[in-house]
């Protein structure tokens, strides 16, 4: 069968959170800290919502750029956010969709992209696919926004600068100054920036700012997903300034010939998010990070998150790397993701504290006990 796969099929590998998750299905009542994902549910208001969409026959094909109830939603809170007059915006099948639209649109064989390193799994494999190449600027140990770094790292080659603040490993929010000086030198350059938002609600400790904010080169991705818990809803979108237009109008092109359009039900109640009080689920998630950091950070050396909902901890000296100590982890019932799925390096390990407090508390007890261990 390998005969008839394509090379660039060969260029990617399964996730290694997906791997993690197979072998959490063999665990009994397993510690699980990997998965990506809040463990509230849908508010009752956007489920009701969902349901009357379908019983009043939302169920057919939406236009693809989206539901006109949702698309003037998200242009109205675009419009506040960014001050764009006419920003375009289209709905994606969630954050991801909208990555693969955008770099299809975007990434010729050849392209170069920025990437801080650690990244979101999904970066490295769908630049990889499409024949760019990905320019990893190391961040550690501190996981700011290294922006000289960035500058030299710049060829005739580079498409585009990616920045994931809140960061997913890591749990990083940049600061403004840091942005700030990373798109003084893509206007320099005249690069495009992409900005995964996809948690921007969860900042505990400052506010979110995002890159559009102070450049209108930059394609904004956002999601619904991890905000009100329905991560299978699919629901996420693209926004840009009237800059960028062509880049959406290519995006739902190539939309129309893959996803065709997002769940036409769950766009509708989606329309009715803006509505709901949010406050109290961050307030609850600010709460876990600290547990988690308080529980942990006498035992093993990690940074305090100042955002989503993990922490990218570094594994004792004792191990050969976070592979060797994951696999501990499991064979101990708690289930973690290696560094190496979000790096290139392998010396650190991802926590997800989106669980309750009484699986925190055991995952403390269990990981502190292997760090003192070995």
């Keep these: 069968m390998n005969d008839y796969l394509s090379a660039r099929s060969r260029l990617i590998d399964a996730s290694g959170i997906r791997k993690v998750f197979a072998l959490g299905a063999k665990l009994k009542d397993p510690v699980n800290l990997s998965i990506g994902q809040p463990d509230f549910d849908v508010p009752q208001e956007l489920k009701q919502a969902a349901i009357e969409a379908i019983e009043q026959g939302f169920n057919r094909y939406s236009q693809t750029a989206g539901e006109q109830v949702l698309l003037d939603s998200i242009r109205g809170r675009v419009r506040h956010e960014f001050g764009w007059n006419e920003p375009a915006v289209m709905i994606t099948s969630g954050v991801s969709g909208g990555l693969l639209l955008a770099f299809m649109s975007l990434i010729d064989p050849g392209d170069e992209v920025i990437v801080p390193d650690p990244y979101f799994v999904m970066y490295k494999h769908l630049i990889r696919m499409l024949g760019g190449v990905c320019v990893y600027i190391d961040m550690y140990p501190d996981f700011r926004l290294p922006a000289e770094k960035i500058r030299r790292a710049i060829t005739d080659r580079t498409k585009m600068i990616i920045l994931n603040s809140p960061a997913n490993p890591t749990g990083a929010v940049y600061t403004e100054q840091e942005i700030k000086d990373v798109v003084q030198i893509a206007a320099e350059k005249d690069l495009l920036v992409l900005s995964d938002e996809i948690y921007d609600m969860f900042c505990y400790d ?169």
């Design 206 to 374: 400052d506010p979110f700012v995002s890159p559009a904010k102070f450049y209108d080169k930059t394609l904004v991705l956002k999601g619904f997903g991890k905000s009100y818990g329905m991560t299978g809803w699919r629901m996420g979108y693209a926004a840009a300034s009237e800059n960028l237009k062509g880049l959406i109008e290519t995006m739902l092109k190539i939309q129309q010939y893959t996803f065709v359009c997002a769940p036409t039900p769950f766009q509708i109640a989606a329309a009715k998010a803006g509505d709901i009080d949010m406050s109290g689920y961050v307030k609850a998630y600010r709460s876990k990070r600290d547990l988690m950091y308080k529980g942990l950070s006498g035992d093993f050396e990690l940074l305090r998150p100042a955002g989503t909902f993990y922490m990218f901890v570094k594994v004792p000296p004792q191990y050969r790397g976070a592979t060797e100590f994951v696999q501990k982890a499991i064979e101990n019932n708690v289930l973690v993701i290696p560094g190496n799925v979000f790096s290139e390096k392998d010396t650190h390990f991802r926590i997800s504290y989106a669980t309750t407090d009484e699986k925190l508390r055991q995952g403390i007890d269990i990981l502190s006990r292997l760090a003192k261990s070995g």
